[in-house]
């Protein structure tokens, strides 16, 4: 798996944390610096984390799904991709505050779900889980830490949030469909 692939993969895992943190940005208080850095390193651990966990449980199975990894890696960023369209239709800008610490990892958690299927995914495609659980981190950190920015420059919009999660789900599904479409024509 190149970089680049890598590096989309990154940016459309980080688009649920991005939207996340645009909201934490339209409702913090007067001290949004410290929302953004608390955002951005947790949701940034949290992508990072669960991609190198979901990349252990997969090479963990790798015997019994080697024949069959193209068509798990298509289906996984195809569902996970579908998965953000669908959210964007209706996206929560309720009032969020991540004072409290289970809020945050309940937030990083729920950012991150994604991220462990993904790893899976990378498994399946021998990627450097090294190399790729530190882009999806970084990625996720700055994507973070601007979305807060931006949200506090921001009105209250939930269009901004839909175009995101739309576009996130998009890259995924085209990654995924240049993983079958690859194998196919090698194959041939």
């Not at 947790?42 to 992508?47: A, K, P």
């Not at 984390?49 to 199975?61: F, R, T, V």
């Not at 990627?127 to 790729?132: D, G, R, Y």
């Amino acid at each position: 798996m190149s970089i680049y692939s890598i590096v989309l993969v990154a940016l459309s895992l980080s688009m649920d944390a991005f939207a996340v943190s645009i909201t934490l940005g339209l409702t913090s208080d007067n001290n949004y610096n410290l929302t953004a850095v608390k955002a951005g390193l947790s949701f940034g651990l949290f992508q990072g984390g669960m991609a190198g966990i979901g990349w252990a449980l997969g090479c963990s199975l790798r015997r019994v799904i080697d024949p069959i990894d193209h068509w798990i890696a298509f289906l996984l960023l195809s569902a996970i991709g579908i998965n953000f369209i669908k959210e964007s239709k209706n996206p929560s800008l309720n009032t969020l505050s991540i004072d409290s610490l289970k809020v945050l990892i309940t937030l990083s958690l729920a950012t991150s779900i994604d991220a462990l299927a993904t790893g899976v995914t990378f498994s399946l495609l021998n990627a450097n889980i090294l190399i790729s659980v530190c882009l999806i981190g970084q990625i996720t950190y700055f994507a973070s830490v601007m979305g807060v920015f931006i949200g506090r420059g921001l009105s209250k919009s939930t269009k901004l949030q839909s175009c995101v999660n739309i576009l996130g789900g998009i890259i995924l599904i085209m990654i995924g469909l240049k993983i079958i479409i690859t194998h196919l024509i090698s194959n041939m």
